[in-house]
C-alpha cells in the first residue's frame, strides 16, 4: 500500500461491533488495498450495540489505523430497558422511563448514535489534518454518520461517498422503537435530503434502492454519482468450513440472521403447523435452526410451534464464522421477507453467502429484487410469503427427499459463478467510484 490513495472511512459499526453490516465494511477494509486505496477507519470506542464478534478484527489488516472516538450513548442494556417500558405493567419507574424514552426520541435526530458525532468530529478532525486524503466514506446506519460525514466535508471540502446499508425511510419505517410523530418525520426527511444534496457519491446494497435514491437526487437538485454495490461473500470464510460427519435423519432447516418485522417469520410457522397437522410423521423430522438476534414480537411467533412435534431450536448471537459452519452443515437454508412496502427493494446480506455453500434454499420473498436474484440459481425455491400450501409442499418433498435419497436435492457440479458477488471484486468497484470523485 505504499503508493496507495488514503481515504478517511466513518463506521460506527466495526469489530468488534457485530453484526452483518459489519461486514461489508470490514471487507472493504481488508480488500481495498488491492486496487490502489488505503483506509484510515473511525470506529466508536464504547459502542452501544447489542451484539460483539471479536473474530470480525482478523480481517482488518494489521497497517489499517483505526481511530476510536467515545459515545455518550448510554449502555445497550438500558437502552432495552427503556423500550421494554413501553409494554410493561405502569408504574412510577416504568412511567419515567417510557417518560425518558419519548424525549429521547424526539430529541436525538436521526438517531441515539448523534450522541457520538461530537467526540467523532474532534478525533476525525485531527487525523485529516495531519495527512493528506483524498476522500471521505460514511457507512450507514447509523444515519446519524451522514451528518457527521457532511460537516467533515465542509470542513475539509473533501469529496464525501455514502454508503447507505439500508434505506434510511425503510429503516426508520419498520424499527420497533420508531417514532410515529409528524415531526420527528419531518426532520428525519429534512436530514435526509439534506445529506443527498451535499454527497459527491451515494451507494446502494441494491440496484432497486440505488434506482429509489436517483430518483429522490433528481427530485431535490442533488449531483450526485449513484451505484449499487452489494453485499457478498468472502471466498477466505470458506475454506475451513467441514460437513460433520455424523450423519442425521432429521430435515435441518437454518436461519442465520435476525428474526424483526421486516423478517417475519409467521408464514414459515403457519405452514409448519399445518404441516404438522395433515402429515404428523414428516413433521416429527423436521429441524428448525434459528442463529442470531429475534425480537420479542418474533420470539412469540415462534413459541406457537411448542405444541407441535416440530423440533425447534433457538440459538444465540453466533459469531460470523461459527454462523457460516452451523448453516454450511445444514439440508436447507431460510430466507425471509415481509410482504411489505419497500421489500420489493431489499436484499438481505446473507444471500450471498447462502449461495456460496451451494445448498438448497427455501425462499419466502414477495416480488422483488430478492426473487430476482434467487431465481436465477436453480438450488433456490421462491415461494410468496401467502402461499401456505406451497410452503407445505416444499416442506415435505424436502423431508421425504432426504429420507429416500438420503439427501435433498444432489449439489450441482455446474453451479453459476459467483465472481460478480466475491467480496474483492466489490472492494474494486468501490475503488473505482473514489477514482471517480477524487479531484486530487
Not at 139 to 157: A, D, E, H, I, V
Amino acid at each position: 500500500m505504499m503508493d496507495a490513495k488514503q481515504f478517511f472511512m466513518v463506521c460506527y459499526a466495526f469489530p468488534p461491533v457485530g453484526g452483518a453490516g459489519v461486514q461489508r465494511s470490514v471487507k472493504f477494509v481488508k480488500y481495498i488495498g488491492r486496487h490502489g486505496w488505503k483506509p484510515t477507519v473511525l470506529s466508536v470506542l464504547n459502542p452501544s450495540v447489542p451484539v460483539v464478534d471479536r473474530d470480525l478484527s482478523r480481517d482488518i489488516p494489521t497497517e489499517i489505523d483505526v481511530l476510536r472516538a467515545r459515545t455518550l450513548e448510554p449502555s445497550y442494556r438500558i437502552k432495552t430497558r427503556l423500550i421494554q417500558s413501553q409494554t410493561s405493567t405502569p408504574s412510577t419507574p416504568s412511567i419515567y422511563k417510557s417518560w425518558i424514552r419519548k424525549l429521547a426520541m424526539h430529541w436525538l435526530q436521526p438517531d441515539a448514535q448523534v450522541l457520538w458525532n461530537r467526540f467523532a468530529y474532534r478525533l476525525a478532525c485531527k487525523s485529516l489534518r495531519r495527512r493528506q486524503f483524498s476522500a471521505i466514506y460514511v457507512s450507514g446506519p447509523p444515519f446519524s454518520s451522514f451528518l457527521l460525514g457532511c460537516q467533515l466535508k465542509n470542513r475539509f471540502r473533501l469529496p464525501l461517498v455514502l454508503d447507505f446499508r439500508d434505506e434510511w425511510s425503510l429503516s426508520s419505517q419498520y424499527l420497533e422503537n420508531r417514532s410515529q410523530k409528524n415531526s420527528v418525520i419531518e426532520t428525519q426527511i429534512r436530514m435526509f435530503e439534506s445529506t443527498l444534496r451535499q454527497a459527491d457519491a451515494i451507494i446502494a446494497t441494491t440496484k432497486a434502492s440505488a434506482d429509489e435514491l436517483a430518483r429522490c437526487c433528481a427530485r431535490i437538485g442533488s449531483q450526485a454519482l449513484v451505484r449499487c454495490i452489494y453485499n457478498g461473500y468472502d471466498p477466505d470464510d470458506l475454506l475451513h468450513l467441514k460437513r460433520n460427519a455424523e450423519r442425521f435423519a432429521n430435515f435441518r432447516l437454518v436461519y442465520t440472521g435476525t428474526l424483526w418485522r421486516l423478517t417475519d417469520i409467521a408464514p414459515l410457522v403457519n405452514a409448519v403447523q399445518q404441516l404438522a397437522e395433515r402429515f404428523p410423521l414428516d413433521a416429527q423430522k423436521l429441524e428448525l435452526h434459528f442463529v442470531g438476534r429475534r425480537t420479542a414480537e418474533q420470539e412469540a411467533v415462534l413459541s406457537t410451534l411448542s405444541t407441535t412435534s416440530v423440533l425447534l431450536y433457538l440459538h444465540d448471537y453466533l459469531s460470523h464464522q461459527q454462523s457460516l459452519q452451523f448453516a454450511f452443515n445444514a439440508d436447507g437454508l431460510l430466507m425471509t421477507l415481509a410482504d411489505q412496502p419497500g421489500a420489493e427493494r431489499v436484499v438481505p446480506g446473507k444471500l450471498f453467502e447462502y449461495l456460496s455453500l451451494r445448498l438448497p434454499i427455501l425462499s419466502l420473498v414477495p416480488s422483488g429484487e430478492t426473487e430476482r436474484l434467487l431465481s436465477e440459481h436453480s438450488l433456490s425455491t421462491n415461494i410468496h410469503p401467502s402461499d401456505t400450501e406451497a410452503i407445505v409442499t416444499w416442506l415435505s418433498n424436502a423431508i421425504r427427499g432426504k429420507a429416500s435419497a438420503n439427501d435433498f436435492p444432489a449439489a450441482q457440479s455446474d453451479f453459476p459463478n459467483l465472481d460478480w458477488c466475491n467480496r474483492s471484486i466489490q472492494a474494486g468497484q468501490l475503488a473505482a467510484l473514489l477514482n471517480e470523485v477524487d479531484v486530487s
